[in-house]
Nanobody
Framework: QEQLVESGGGLVQNGGSLRLSCAAS????????MGWFRQAPGKEREFVAV????????HYADSVEGRFTITRDNFTNTVYLRMSSLKPEDTAVYYC????????????????????WGQGTQVTVSS
């Protein structure tokens, strides 16, 4: 069973930046779209960003467009989420997820489309 390993969460001030990391096995990483989701207290988990296995297609939630950047390192099999201009409403547990597919331009955005998940990392933005 694939286990994605996340790191990089923490406490940051309003307007600050953080970078989250998520490592996967080579087999999973090279055949998967990699995404990030988040779940705030009392809310459902929501889509944040996704990048295709081909590493040229990507999509962001409207709430983070222009502030967050998702990238892949195909040598270390790691996906990153660079978060800038953070707001208190970005406070949530952030989850990394992998969606294996035979199509390297696959760009899923829904939870059921993702097969493997990380354990989550807490991001707290203070006002």
């Amino acid at each position: 069973q694939e286990q994605l390993v996340e790191s990089g969460g923490g406490l940051v001030q309003n307007g600050g930046s953080l970078r989250l990391s998520c490592a996967a096995s080579a087999r999973t990483f090279k055949t998967s779209a990699m995404g990030w989701f988040r779940q705030a207290p009392g809310k459902e988990r929501e889509f944040v960003a996704v990048r295709s296995a081909a590493d040229i297609h990507f999509h962001y939630a409207d709430s983070v467009e222009g502030r967050f950047t998702i990238t892949r390192d195909n040598f270390t099999n790691t996906v990153y989420l660079r978060m800038s201009s953070l707001k208190p409403e970005d406070t949530a547990v952030y989850y990394c997820a992998a969606a294996p597919s035979i199509y390297n331009d696959y760009l899923p955005k829904s939870e059921p489309d993702f097969t493997f998940w990380g354990q989550g990392t807490q991001v707290t933005v203070s006002s």
